[in-house]
Structure formats: structure tokens, C-alpha cells
């Protein structure tokens, strides 16, 4: 059981289901039937699994160099080559299942875990760190469509707005780790950027999101998000100068939440 529990924790089971949830979504706004919404939600969860897996086995040396007893393969609860066994099994099955739902949805899916993959085999030590929330988060309202009886991709609009909350959501999750990850030797945007540039930026880009949002939308509704989403930013700006890095975390989640919330919206006014 403790072993079982350690995979599910290297799984980073709240984003992972989080996306999943967030595509469903859109794809229920956007009218697409149940089935195809469930096969896309099995599909899609099993892809940000493999993804969840890999980077905590991927980074497995540098966590226990840096003593994160909070990861389980570095405190030696679960062996790394079950992790590795799960990631690739995850991976096959999720982009050989992707093909069940359509040619323009397996392809799709394919890009958004390539990318993840990516990130943690080397974009996440590099300057084009956000490159892979980008892509990945950009994609997301169009998955569900991209399986509908009549695939199609979502707006640029929206589309524009999915890759502001994905890369805003990188630069926050980066905050509490800044540190050990330097000392680490790790060099991605954020790192390059520093902690208050991260945040500064991670809120400019969330505000930058909710203003296309509002365009997109069309309607006085919209303003109060877009209201939230400043009033949210100017906080997380304040609390960034007094180095209070969790505190900006959980703002930029709430940020990012409250336009999810909108991007939903917009797919069900379509």
C-alpha cells in the first residue's frame, strides 16, 4: 500500500486531473456527446499521468541530492523503475487510444504530451521552459473538439487565453523551488527571470489572458472576471515584493482558475 500510494504521488494526481477535468469541460460546452467526452477524459488523464511519472523519476538524482523527502522515489517509497514502468505504459496506451477518437484528436494529444515530455526531459533547464505550457495549455480547448463528430479547433481567442493561464500557472510553480533549483544548477525562464520578474510577468500574462477573454466573450459578464483577474494581480504584485513566494502561488492558481472558469463560458456561448 505504501508503495501504491507513492506511484499515485509521483503522478502529481491534482494537475493531472485538474486538465482532464478542464478539457471535459470545455468539451461539454462545446456539445460534444458523452461518449466521446469519456473516451477523451480516460485519454487525456492517462497522457498528464505519463507525464507526472516521467518528471519525477527524470529528476529523481537532483531530488534526492537536494534531500526532498516529500518526493517519494528520493525517500525510497517507490522504485524508480515501476515509476519508469508506468510512465511508458501510460504513454503507449494514451497516444495509441488517441487514435480510437479521430486522426486531428490523436495528433493533437500527441503535440500537448510531447511537449510535457519535453519539458522534462530539457526545456524545464533551459530559457524556453515555458515553451511546453504554452503548446500544451494552447491546445487544450481544442482536444475535445478535435474528436467531435466535426473536428475543429477552438478560437485564437481562446486558444490565446489557454497558453496565458498554462504559462502563467509554470513561472507560479517554479516559486517555492527558485532556490534548490539554482543551487541545483537548473536554469529555466523563471530562474533567469528571478522571483519578482516571475511574478510580475506570471500576473501580466493572466491579466494579458482575461482582457482577450473579455474580447472574446463580448459581454459586460465578462468585465467582472476581468475586474477579479486585476484586482487578484496587483495583490500577487504586492505580496512578490515582501518575498511572500506561497502566498503568490496560490494567486496565480486563483487567477488561472477564474479564467478556466471563463474559457468554459466562452465554449458554451458558441
Given at each position: ?44 488523464l492517462l497522457g498528464q499521468l ?138 529555466g525562464l523563471p530562474h533567469l ?78
Amino acid at each position: 500500500m505504501r508503495m501504491l500510494a507513492g506511484l499515485a504521488r509521483t503522478a502529481h494526481l491534482g494537475p493531472c486531473l485538474a486538465i482532464t477535468v478542464l478539457t471535459v469541460l470545455v468539451g461539454v460546452a462545446s456539445g460534444v456527446d458523452a461518449w466521446t467526452l469519456l473516451g477523451v477524459g480516460i485519454v487525456v488523464l492517462l497522457g498528464q499521468l505519463s507525464i507526472g511519472w516521467s518528471n519525477d523519476v527524470i529528476d529523481a538524482d537532483r531530488d534526492r541530492a537536494a534531500q526532498r523527502t516529500d518526493k517519494p522515489i528520493a525517500a525510497g517509497e517507490v522504485a524508480p523503475r515501476l515509476v519508469w514502468t508506468a510512465a511508458l505504459v501510460s504513454l503507449t496506451v494514451a497516444l495509441v487510444s488517441s487514435l480510437l477518437l479521430g486522426i486531428w484528436f490523436a495528433v493533437a494529444h500527441a503535440v500537448t504530451v510531447a511537449a510535457g515530455w519535453a519539458y522534462n526531459l530539457w526545456l524545464k533547464r533551459s530559457w524556453a521552459s515555458g515553451i511546453a505550457f504554452v503548446v500544451s495549455f494552447g491546445l487544450l480547448p481544442s482536444l475535445a473538439r478535435l474528436a467531435g463528430d466535426t473536428p475543429r479547433l477552438a478560437t485564437v481567442g481562446e486558444t490565446l487565453a489557454a497558453a496565458t493561464i498554462g504559462f502563467s500557472v509554470h513561472l507560479a510553480n517554479t516559486l517555492p523551488d527558485l532556490d534548490d533549483d539554482v543551487r541545483a544548477g537548473v536554469r529555466g525562464l523563471p530562474h533567469l527571470l528571478g522571483r519578482r520578474g516571475t511574478a510580475a510577468i506570471g500576473f501580466i500574462t493572466l491579466i494579458a489572458g482575461a482582457v482577450v477573454l473579455t474580447v472574446e466573450i463580448g459581454h459586460p459578464v465578462a468585465l467582472v472576471g476581468l475586474a477579479l483577474v486585476i484586482v487578484i494581480g496587483v495583490w500577487g504584485l504586492v505580496a512578490s515584493l515582501h518575498r511572500a513566494t506561497r502566498l503568490v502561488f496560490r494567486l496565480v492558481v486563483a487567477a488561472a482558475l477564474l479564467l478556466a472558469v471563463e474559457l468554459v463560458v466562452v465554449s458554451a456561448l458558441r
